[in-house]
């Protein structure tokens, strides 16, 4: 069973920072994209910024040259680090991981259990 944990979501004030992170953990053989997606209340869920293996990204127009996403193959996980944040970056976070849990089994997109990020103006 796979399970995607995030952390580091919360309050912040327009302008800061935060780095949010997310641990693949149970029966992996390998994993290809990673990356993150946010959902604010009543809207669609948007995809913010995807790292490949090899740690190629890629970022949507709204987050380029604020926020950066990378990932530790060894550990399992991506990270997103947040900068100059406004108040419409409020929403709720989510990770993904396109992973084959087995090498018998097709790759299959993983989620984490969202994390609230809040930013005051």
């Known amino acids: 069973q796979v399970q995607l944990v995030e952390s580091g979501g919360g309050l912040v004030q327009a302008g800061g920072s935060l780095r949010l992170s997310c641990a693949a953990s149970?029966?992996?053989?390998?994993?290809?994209?990673m990356g993150w997606y946010r959902q604010a209340p009543g809207k669609q869920r948007d995809l913010l910024a995807t790292?490949?293996?090899?740690?190629?990204?890629n970022y949507a127009d709204s987050v380029k040259g604020r926020f950066t996403v990378s990932r530790d193959n060894a550990k399992n996980t991506v990270y997103l680090q947040m900068n100059s944040l406004k108040p419409d970056d409020t929403a709720v976070y989510y990770c993904?991981?396109?992973?084959?849990?087995?090498?018998?089994?097709?790759?299959?997109?993983?989620w984490g259990q969202g994390t609230q990020v809040t930013v005051s103006s």
């Open positions: 993904y991981a396109n992973l084959r849990a087995t090498i018998g089994e097709n790759f299959y997109t993983y």
């Open positions: 149970g029966t992996i053989f390998s994993i290809n994209n």
């Open positions: 790292v490949s293996r090899g740690g190629a990204t």
